[in-house]
């Protein structure tokens, strides 16, 4: 089992930055490869970024490529998504989840927290 608790949504202006972080508890969660979804109003649950066990691959949704990093710290169980130049289209409540396999999809995720709100204004 992995528990996972998202945290550092929040309202800001396009052009801004934003890192939400996610708390993983369990004791094998450094077994897991860890992703970030965000579900827009209205829209489906979508796939933003994703990173293996070990930290060393990433990948991302080219719509946050170049502008969003993911990383996580398996000393401390965290994962983090820093979110630079914000755009009104990234307003979503984003979600940290896990999987043993890299299938970025809903349905290959095996593990989900949450979620944190993120607004971005005009």
């Known amino acids: 089992q992995v528990q996972l608790v998202e945290s550092g949504g929040g309202l800001v202006q396009a052009g801004g930055s934003l890192r939400l972080s996610c708390a993983a508890s369990?004791?094998?969660?450094?077994?897991?490869?860890m992703a970030w979804f965000r579900q827009a109003p209205g829209e489906e649950r979508e796939f933003v970024a994703g990173?293996?066990?070990?930290?060393?691959?990433?990948w991302y949704a080219d719509s946050v490529k170049g502008r969003f990093t993911i990383s996580r710290d398996n000393s401390r169980n965290m994962v983090y998504l820093q979110m630079n130049v914000l755009k009104p289209e990234d307003t979503a409540v984003y979600y940290c989840?896990?999987?043993?396999?890299?299938?970025?999809?809903?349905?290959?995720?095996?593990?989900w927290g949450k979620g944190t709100l993120v607004t971005v204004s005009s």
């Open positions: 990173i293996n066990s070990s930290g060393a691959r990433t």
């Open positions: 369990g004791r094998t969660y450094s077994n897991y490869a």
């Open positions: 989840a896990a999987t043993r396999f890299y299938v970025w999809t809903n349905d290959g995720m095996a593990y």
